[in-house]
């Protein structure tokens, strides 16, 4: 009877932990560098640091020289409290799982399947005790099993992407008058594309990538389920390593690439900075004789890049000097080729002044919130004329775009507080950027944050400027995760803020009460980056 009470709550328990491995993997998107790279933040390290995987390993470690009857007791307790709490989770539907795409499905099915197995192996051969250890193992293996599947379906996935890869390179070669416009960079891709779209669609047939596909395989559908006869293909490409973006240009073939910016974004995953820089160039290289490269002349990392293109060692020199670079800029405006003037930032809307080398000037209006928009804008502007289409035209079209088109929304909250929605992803300018545009509110300002991921030895430094920035801008910071908490809040009281003033809370409720307690109507409150769903229901008032 006890064998199989435990065999029950032991499954229930099972289930969520590989439901869970399988997520953390999809999440990053199978890549290995990245899966490891989570082991290094706080929450990472709390899977194997916490409490009850210690228990769990004591009594592994003391069944195997002691047969004490109080360790399957107490084994029974814990798989017991997991298995209740499992059962809630699913309740509440709170239990982490991945999307069941055929790939999560399979190794879910192989992973369950090959520990439930062994599992029942052990209740027929084994006495109980052995029985209780040998379940106890298989918990504390669970990482690796589903971690062998994983590494089992790499081969085939690499085959099923190199023949997805060449159909669609194939289908896109017939296209011989298709105009490819290819975009990339640590910052702004998503953005940039959706306004490149945007104008362009007025005057041509045009395709775009939906707003979460930037990797190849999704490109590679993208291309198969929907190009057909459309004049415009607008492309975002984002890559995790050096070659990526290469081979997504062999495929797609780009005649315009733009290159929106470049920083410390992935520098864990790319090794160094050196390394990002050259992953994101591999679109200005690929691009053909007649191309056409839209770069960003603020960034430091691409005006460098190209300044010495002339050496054989930074660049691919001889490519470049066959294609135009059109610069675009805010600050540099003398080696600018197209640049923005008296930008103002208002709560609601962007106004500035657009100019060419050529002489051109426009006014430009724009229903977007954040100056981060006006690079974008600028891009958009530079690719449009390429294709054909006049200042005047563009800035016209860009007046139509509605306000809740970008990726930082303006919100109602609770108490008559402003939200700013800025959850759909975080890296270092974006946050500057957002906290740039939560000066133009008068009253409090708070912002609530996670600490930023995958930035490798520059992660301190940046979190230290965020910090900086912070106290400049803001009354209240809450950060939500602990990883370089300590770093951003050295840099927040190096600049003034009170200490009391830069907190640590993980829990959505008490990071929604400290809110509530500190603010009034007319206050606002900046949601930077991936802070817990769960949070901005209570806040905007959601079910």
């Known amino acids: 009877m006890i064998r199989a009470i435990f065999f029950i709550l032991w499954t229930i328990k099972e289930i969520k932990a590989i439901l869970f491995w399988v997520y953390l993997w999809q999440l990053k998107e199978y890549h290995h560098k990245r899966f490891i790279d989570h082991f290094r933040t706080a929450k990472g390290k709390k899977i194997f640091s916490n ?83 040998f379940l106890l193992a298989a918990d504390i293996l669970t990482p690796l099993f589903v971690g062998f599947f994983v590494f089992l379906f790499q081969p085939p996935t690499l085959i099923f992407q190199h023949i997805l890869l060449e159909k669609a390179r194939k289908k896109r070669n017939k296209l011989k008058d298709l105009i490819v416009v290819g975009i990339t960079g640590s910052y702004g891709k998503t953005t940039t594309k959706e306004i490149i779209s945007f104008i362009l669609t007025h005057n041509f047939k045009v395709l775009t990538t939906e707003k979460h596909i930037n990797a190849e395989v999704g490109i590679a559908k993208t291309i198969l389920e929907k190009l057909n006869d ?125 100019a060419t080398k050529e002489g051109e000037k426009e006014f430009c209006e724009v229903n977007l919130i954040g100056g981060h928009n006006v690079y974008a804008i600028l891009a958009a502007c530079a690719v449009a004329r390429e294709l054909g289409m006049s200042l005047t035209e563009t800035t016209q079209i860009l007046r139509e775009i509605k306000p809740d088109f970008g990726a930082m929304k303006l919100k109602k909250g609770i108490n008559g507080m402003d939200i700013i929605d800025a959850s759909y992803s975080a890296n270092p300018d974006g946050v500057m950027s957002a906290l740039d545009y939560l000066r133009t509110w008068k009253n409090k300002k708070v912002i609530v944050m996670p600490c930023l991921i995958e930035l490798g030895k520059a992660s301190k430094e940046v979190h230290e400027r965020i910090g900086q920035k912070i106290a400049e801008v803001c009354d209240l910071a809450i950060i939500t995760t602990k990883d370089r908490f300590k770093e951003l809040k050295k840099g927040a009281t190096s600049k003034g803020m009170k200490n009391e003033n830069v907190l640590f809370i993980d829990n959505s409720e008490k990071i929604f009460e400290k809110i509530k307690s500190f603010c009034e109507a007319g206050d606002v409150v900046l949601l930077e980056g991936r802070v817990p769903e769960h949070l901005k229901r209570l806040i905007l008032k959601e079910k």
């Open 230 to 354: 459309q004049e415009v293909f607008v492309v975002e490409m984002g890559a995790y390593e050096r070659g990526k973006i290469r081979q997504v240009c062999k495929m797609v073939k780009p005649k315009i690439g733009v290159l929106t910016g470049i920083n410390q974004q992935h520098m864990a995953i790319f090794g160094n900075q050196e390394n990002i820089i050259k992953g994101k160039f591999e679109l200005i290289e690929a691009l053909p004789k007649d191309g056409m490269a839209v770069v960003n002349w603020d960034n430091q990392f691409i005006s460098s890049k190209l300044k010495t293109q002339n050496s054989k060692s930074q660049l691919k020199s001889q490519k470049l000097k066959n294609i135009k670079i059109i610069k675009y800029a805010i600050k540099n405006k003398n080696e600018a080729d197209i640049w923005a003037e008296g930008v103002k930032i208002e709560k609601e809307k962007l106004s500035f002044w657009l």
């Open 51 to 133: 409490w009850l995987f210690l228990i769990k390993i004591g009594i592994f470690f003391l069944s195997l020289f002691f047969s004490f009857r109080i360790l399957v007791y107490l084994l029974l307790v814990i798989y017991l409290l997991e298995a209740t709490r499992t059962l809630f989770s699913i309740s509440k539907k709170r239990i982490k799982a991945p999307i069941f795409t055929t790939k999560a499905k399979l190794i879910t099915f192989l992973s369950f399947s090959s520990v439930f197995a062994l599992s029942i192996v052990g209740l027929l051969r084994f006495s109980i005790f052995n029985f209780v250890t």
